[in-house]
């Protein structure tokens, strides 16, 4: 079905189509390079980095869209994959931030992200160090001249899950798996519980938290759990953690092709980690737009319209949150319902909690 889009999006500033600086002289470029700048110019002389959290580049979900986002960039502007155009480390764990981040400073890219809130600290003291490069920070602030802090509102995509998982359970039992309990987490789950009961008040949640986000034995011994005690959706916002809870209803699906066991994925569309033969258990995906922030963000540095300082935060209104495509797994009124309730968020109609009810 057809998304319908709410609110006016942030503009995407398109790469190339205005040169920037070029009357500087070869004198003034050595400059700029030995400054940890590039020379303002083309494309070709802007480069970009990410450092990732411990959930890794190929977690299908956090991490992942980030680096699609820089990957599409770096299509978009001719770039190539190394010194100079556009790259990534990987961080194993938290001890690996600070010395990514000025691995990446000391190979000249001029715009290095951060990506996810356990890297806050890191990036706010080598930006602190490094005036001279741009950084962004993802899900996180970071309070310096030349850092821009993205933010989301997690709660709004973790509503639009908790309206789907309300109308589809025929259990009227439903699961949420989260990573480490902190904010951004337990934003996405006081969004989907506030969402499921704002259209299915019957509904139990059982509410766990596995506590890391790169142990997908974790997610799906959780999963199991919760499978066996009769739930039959689950929304993960677990990073790489989550992926065992999709291994679990695939096992489950693929024991007995009638079984009733979903899961919503998060951040990107997890639609390919749900297929079992021909059947699929992913019922849709909480989106947030991370690949299409870090684009955007990496096109205003290039054309010298960082907003170095400034915390910007996107939601639904933004068109920065959404619900990927089911195919066909949700049917098309209860489709028609979810979005007459984005609607009512993005026209602040509805206001969702960002913090969870304590019991």
């Given at each position: 079905m057809k998304k319908r889009k709410f609110g006016l999006a942030l503009s995407i500033m398109l790469a190339g189509s205005v040169l920037l600086g070029?009357?500087?002289?070869?004198?003034?470029?050595d400059k700029d390079k030995d400054e940890g700048k590039a020379p303002a110019g083309d494309a070709s002389e802007f480069s970009v980095a990410m450092v990732t959290d411990f959930g890794?580049?190929?977690?299908?979900?956090?991490?992942?869209?980030?680096?699609?986002?820089?990957?599409?960039?770096?299509?978009?502007?001719?770039?190539?994959k190394g010194d100079g155009g556009f790259d990534y480390l990987q961080s194993n764990d938290d001890t690996d931030y600070t010395p990514n981040l000025n691995k990446l400073v000391q190979r000249n890219f001029d715009l290095i992200f951060g990506v996810g809130y356990i890297i806050e600290g890191a990036l706010d003291e080598i930006a602190g160090q490094r005036p001279d490069t741009n950084f962004a920070i993802i899900d996180g602030v970071v309070d310096q001249p030349n850092a821009v802090s993205l933010l989301f509102k997690d709660q709004e995509a973790g509503y639009l899950a908790g309206i789907a998982a309300g109308l589809m359970t025929e259990s009227n039992k439903i699961g949420f798996v989260g990573g480490m309990d902190i904010p951004v987490i337990e934003r996405f789950q006081a969004g989907f519980e506030a969402g499921v009961a704002a259209v299915n008040p019957d509904v139990k949640v059982d509410v766990q938290y596995t506590g890391v986000f790169d142990k997908a034995e974790l997610g799906k011994a959780t999963a199991n759990l919760m499978y066996s005690s009769g739930v039959d959706i689950i929304f993960h916002a677990a990073g790489a953690t989550g992926n065992g809870v999709f291994a679990e209803a695939k096992e489950l699906k693929s024991a007995d092709p009638d079984a009733n066991v979903w899961v919503i994925g998060v951040d990107s569309d997890q639609y390919e980690e749900g297929k079992v033969g021909d059947d699929n258990i992913t019922l849709t995906s909480a989106l947030k737009r991370v690949d299409k922030t870090v684009e955007e963000i990496s096109n205003l540095a290039m054309e010298g319209k960082f907003p170095g300082g400034e915390t910007i935060l996107y939601g639904i209104a933004e068109d920065r949150v959404?619900?990927?495509?089911?195919?066909?797994?949700?049917?098309?009124?209860?489709?028609?319902?979810i979005e007459e309730y984005m609607k009512k968020v993005a026209d602040g109609e509805i206001v969702v909690p960002e913090a969870p009810t304590k019991k």
């Open positions: 070029a009357c500087g002289t070869a004198k003034d470029k890794g580049i190929d977690d299908k979900s956090f991490n992942q869209s980030a680096w699609k986002g820089i990957q599409d960039f770096g299509a978009a502007n001719n770039l190539e959404e619900l990927a495509d089911s195919r066909g797994a949700i049917p098309e009124d209860i489709m028609v319902t």
